[in-house]
């Protein structure tokens, strides 16, 4: 058992930040930084959804602590609107306000998962869904996925492979993250037909479901709501990611245990972040988001064809394999040449077993530099100038 | 294992709110509210440190992720601000903001314990923390303490009682939530050698450091810092709570592993409620504090000569043994009886093996409120009228 000077053995096991010696790099280089590691927008919130929109005399309490559940009108917005998209009778008992999505998901890694459990994650994947297992003593296993899974016949061999006596549960993001494909309803039709035989909990992260370009962003709640738990957020979509505003969808009686878990890990999510959540409501989001869809649609299309990739169908992302262009430095000295051209781009083993790709996120700054942070990459890779 | 419809049994094993059956009814009570359980503050926050003071103009990013280590600006300034008060340098490196101490002692607690740890706890305790170290599937281990041990021979025979070879940490909080005491030094540098000599890790819980009303809050990592983590909190401080700011400071290496926590349980802290903290180090938070602390000082004085009790040294609560006011239905009783003259208050088995206690927050209302809901009290234990 872990005492002075010993810590958690599953944390120590989380490795530390590969990236993070050349992402302090941003703040003393000189010349025009590319900071496309990060996943955001470089768009601020719609107006009369700010900091500055929410006076003190407006909302009474607005600097107290709201329920831990999460401010009930707010929860009611949400259940309405989740109920409404999904066609599962959404109730507010089935919602938590949480701190981000990341908030969301780890009190519900929590509420599930006992030491020695394991979680099957359709990869590549969300860099931080494998750290949040494991600081609940768990372990997640990478079920290579997306890019390789065709149909749904595949999806089952992909699942069933990876599958041991210790799964309890299955993860995956769709419109995902990294990738931008967008898994197709057949597909989740079989995942979830797959886990209810297998008496396997399900986990989507769906926090990209208002960027979905083309096709169809299916809602894997639909197809098994008695064990799936779905997570949202506000800060995509809305350009909140600092309020750390999201939520998660699920069976009532399991969310009474996630709320156990997000009661334990940051109380209650944070009140003026939700009061601008709230504010969405009002007939301000949805014109937003409108707009910011077929920006973000064009952005992403034009850097995939300047660097000869297929369009996103989906979230804010481009996942390459760069392999053909590594000295015997390996992904560590591409990623360092991006650096010295001021490119900052997410190295691919955060995202599962992708040693030689990399990650670009389209909308985490004006889309004039991300533009230019394109063309420093398609010069690197060998792409002949537009 | 658990998986579906099974739930992680560290966490299924977390008792629920047996006050949420009263809670709630404060929505639907008919007459004036005595909202005394909750653990707030009726003021808000300093001018010029609210939501509507932040332009977003003003601070580019506003909206967006701050680093996960916090606030590269409030992480200085607080880092700054340890070292000043406790004498111990304090690198930026010992600092995580986090959302809230809940947070803070949240990622501590996941990175420091595993399954089958057992950690001290000196009670009456902060509520949260037997959940907290519950929800990393580790034991809380009560230490009947403040109230019952009144020099430092008395502390090492408290502790030494409860310590077994699963023990790996001892945690406190001082000034005291609920009891409104505050651990004498002499006591914690004997709680201190202690630890040193049996290889523990140490947790202190010191959100109330700014409110000690008579004799002095000795800060533990003066006492131990190569083996302590304390927890602060501009909520409580600065009538922030629901901005949920606190922070964690510990021996920098070990905070290396407090973030790996922390990034998968929340990423980072808010960003406006840093930039409010942020402004209150511009000479807004030390004139507010002093008057502040003053007017808790006589609001936690008066209440307590009404009930007949001593004043508290610190923190913004007493707690209050009413075993002879119980009848056949024990405590729940009692606090049924309160509900229905408009009086919430918080039941003493969330504090530890207190099941005839209660808590009150006498800066959970206006103080005219709160003067109201202590006569409602003071009757109910058959004080004579003032």
Chains 1, 2 share one sequence.
């Not at 949480?98 to 969301?104: C, I, Q």
């Not at 390789?148 to 993250?177: F, H, I, K």
């Not at 064009?298 to 262009?325: C, M, Q």
Request: negative net charge.
């Amino acid at each position: 058992m872990p005492r002075y000077p010993d810590y958690s053995p599953a944390v120590a096991g989380i490795p530390g930040s590969v990236y993070s010696a050349l992402a302090h790099r941003i703040e003393t280089f000189e010349g025009e930084v590319y900071p496309l590691h990060v996943g955001d927008t470089w768009l601020e919130p719609p107006e009369g959804c700010r900091m500055e929109d929410l006076a003190t005399a407006a909302y009474p309490g607005l600097h107290r602590y709201a329920p831990p559940h999460g401010l009930p009108a707010l929860v009611e917005a949400v259940a309405a609107q989740v109920a409404a998209r999904t066609g599962v009778p959404t109730e507010p008992r089935d919602v938590l306000m949480a701190t981000g999505a990341t908030g969301a998901l780890g009190a519900v890694a929590g509420a599930l998962l006992a030491p020695g459990d394991e979680v099957l994650i359709l990869a590549p994947h969300w860099p931080l869904i494998a750290g949040i297992v494991r600081s609940f003593h768990a372990t997640p296993v990478a079920v290579p996925y997306l890019g390789e899974v065709n149909d749904p016949e595949g999806a089952l061999e992909a699942v069933a492979a990876r599958r041991t006596p210790a799964t309890v549960a299955l993860y995956l993001s769709t419109p995902n993250n990294p990738t931008g494909r967008v898994i197709p309803r057949d597909q989740l039709e079989s995942l979830a037909e797959w886990a209810r035989g297998e008496g396997l909990w399900l986990i989507a992260d769906e926090v990209y479901e208002d960027y979905c370009y083309r096709g169809e962003h299916a809602y894997l709640r639909a197809l098994a709501p008695e064990r799936t738990f779905a997570a949202y957020s506000f800060s995509k979509a809305f350009g909140m990611a600092g309020n750390r505003i999201g939520y998660a969808v699920g069976p009532a009686a399991a969310m009474d245990q996630v709320r156990k878990v997000s009661t334990h890990t940051f109380y209650s999510a944070p009140t003026a972040g939700q009061v601008a959540a709230l504010r969405l409501f009002d007939g301000r989001g949805e014109p937003w988001l409108a707009a910011t869809r077929e920006r973000y649609r064009e952005l992403g299309a034009a850097a995939a064809r300047r660097l000869g990739l297929p369009e996103p169908d989906g979230s804010t992302f481009l996942f390459l394999d760069v392999a053909d262009h590594l000295d015997d430095r390996g992904l560590f000295g591409f990623l360092e040449d991006c650096v010295e051209r001021g490119l900052f781009l997410a190295p691919g083993p955060s995202f599962g077993p992708y040693p030689t790709h990399v990650r670009l996120c389209f909308t985490a700054a004006e889309p004039a530099v991300v533009a230019r942070g394109v063309e420093v990459l398609a010069g690197m890779l060998g792409r002949s100038p537009p």
